[in-house]
Each structure stands twice: as C-alpha cells, then as structure tokens.
C-alpha cells in the first residue's frame, strides 16, 4: 500500500472510532475532547528511527492546511518539533519520522486521564492504539524514542499488545541506559525518557542527550545493517 493509500485509510479508521466513541454514553470531560476531533502524523515509512508522543495539541500551526494531518519532515523549525530536530541531528542520516500514540487534541496531557476512568473511555484508548500499532508496522522501525514516560504504559500487552524486556547487555554502552528495552513481538528497540518540553529542566535534557549519543554510538552499526 503506498503511503497515500495508507494514509486515507488511517484517517477513516480513526474516524470510525470517534464517531462510535461519541455515540456513547460518556462523560462531558470526555466528550468535550472528542469534539476538538483529531490529528495524525503523515509518517515516513522509509524512516528507521521513529519518534513518539502521546496525543496532539491543540494548536493549529503545524497542521497541514487539510486539517487533520501533519508531517514531521516540515517542521524543523516549529516551537514544538524542532527540540527533536536538534536532539537527533546525528541519526537524520537514517530517516526519522514522528507520530502520537493518540489522535485525540489535547494541551495538558493529565486530561489523558479523563479516558482511564471507565470502560468506555479505556475502550476508545485501546482503540486508538490498535491503529497506532499498524503504524508503528507500517513503519517497522528499528528504534523508537518514546519521548514521554508516561506512554510507556501503554507499551504492555494490555494496552498496545506488545510485550517490553529491558534491553540485554549485548553492548557495553547499554548498560549506562536504564530506560532502553526491546520490544519481543517486533525486535526493535524503543527508548523511554521523560517528556521533552518547552519548561524541560537543563539537567533532564543533558541526561536525556547523553542517553541519546550512547545510542548512537551503540547504534549506528546496527542500524546500517
């Protein structure tokens, strides 16, 4: 399927679940989010790295002009994405694309808990990440960076359906990474930092970009296979 193709069906699945979400019973919380509608990351499914977040803003600017999508390969310059441009220069010559574990808009990401508090709003979550988990196999990256430590929940069988093993010391330089694991069903890695945001503090960044070179440096080779 070529990512055009791809990319139609995707925003019909997520629709779909939306629009079965809201003809539920739910709460206003609930619904008042569901109602900002969604937004989803036109990947790259050349890419080998993947970076993730858990769900979109409400902002406007980096949606492209169809207004339900955007592409991380234009917005190197943004408020938001450019902190990852910056970050993971040293990996662009591998491909990097983005995309959310959620397609829900929301700006505080403590809202999320909003969708845990019941059978329905789990069942949406669930749903979302069943769409999530084609793309992360659209893609079929060879490590993800997960740049929020509270999606790493939803990396669990209960959740997304993958199963995580911290990563086996193979490599001198993993054993300096505590939040590296593998992902059995996939064989691909995935790193699990703190949220990188606009008020990150210096040492969390420092660390997390020292994580970042050891990853290179344990990497590189293995991506080039």
């Not at 929940?153 to 939040?179: C, V």
Request: proline share 2%; glycine share 4%; charged share 25%.
């Amino acid at each position: 399927m070529n990512n055009d193709s791809f990319n139609s069906a995707l925003k019909a699945k997520i629709g779909q679940v939306f629009t079965q979400f809201k003809s539920q019973s739910i709460t206003a919380e609930q619904l008042a989010i569901a109602e900002e509608g969604f937004v989803f990351s036109e990947v790259n499914p050349q890419a080998k790295i993947l970076v993730m977040g858990i769900n979109p803003s409400l902002r406007n600017d980096f949606v492209s002009s169809n207004g339900y999508s955007y592409n991380y390969d234009h917005l190197s310059t943004d408020r938001y994405f450019k902190k990852f441009s910056t970050l993971l220069k040293d990996f662009e010559q591998f491909g990097i694309t983005y995309c959310d574990l959620f397609y829900q808009r929301h700006t505080e990401q403590k809202q999320i808990e909003h969708f845990l508090k019941d059978e329905n709003g789990r069942d949406f979550l669930k749903n979302q990440l069943a769409i999530t988990k084609e793309v992360i196999e659209h893609i079929s990256p060879e490590l993800i960076l997960l740049f929020n430590r509270k999606g790493a929940m939803f990396f669990s069988k209960e959740w997304i359906g993958y199963r995580l093993e911290q990563q086996a010391q193979q490599e001198p330089h993993f054993e300096q990474i505590d939040d590296l694991y593998n992902i059995n069903e996939l064989e691909t890695l995935i790193y699990c930092s703190s949220f990188l945001g606009y008020r990150t503090r210096k040492e969390t960044y420092t660390r997390i970009y020292n994580d970042i070179a050891l990853l290179i440096k344990s990497v590189t080779r293995f991506l080039k296979n």
